[in-house]
């Protein structure tokens, strides 16, 4: 008697583990077999390559493109990245940055003028380096410069 109930509990099972692994999707980076069409269904999954990191903190912009903001050899570093986040050039006249100062009331306040691919401040940035930075991109020269984009960062470094 409970021999056939065992041999059809057994049954059982191995039908349910050939059912479950017929129907289980392939993984998504399973590639077909060269030449062989893939169905439908099937079709493996394409991958991205993932997008590079910006150094230092990351702004990203109202166009879709970025800015790195990074303390390089003690000043403020400003760098420009597409919407893919490669380097690219400037496309505003200078920044001007504002930070608190830890060791006296007041504000420390930098210019950030073009340098290569960047834009680079003069005034040393002094360590711990967790505060917020005002930022303001200039457009034009001298009087006529104009604000075109505005930023507070949370600046960890």
Not at 62 to 89: A, C, I, R
Not at 107 to 136: E, M, Q, W
């Amino acid at each position: 008697m409970k021999l056939p109930v065992l041999l059809a509990c057994v049954v059982l099972a191995v039908g349910v583990l050939q059912a479950q692994t017929k129907t289980a999707p392939l993984p998504a980076d399973a590639q077909p077999a060269p030449g062989k069409a893939v169905t439908p269904g099937k079709q493996p999954a394409k991958k991205e390559a993932p997008l590079p990191t910006i150094p230092g903190t990351e702004i990203a912009r109202p166009d879709g493109t970025f800015l790195g903001l990074e303390v390089v050899g003690g000043n403020f570093k400003l760098s420009f990245y597409d919407k893919k986040k490669k380097v690219t050039g400037i496309n505003v006249t200078r920044a001007a940055a504002r930070w608190p100062n830890p060791r006296s009331p007041g504000d420390n306040r930098t210019i950030l003028n073009p340098s290569g691919n960047a834009l680079v401040g003069a005034k040393p940035v002094v360590p711990p380096y967790n505060f917020n930075v005002y930022l303001t991109l200039l457009q034009g020269e001298g009087d006529k410069a104009e604000a075109v984009e505005h930023y507070v960062v949370k600046f960890k470094g």
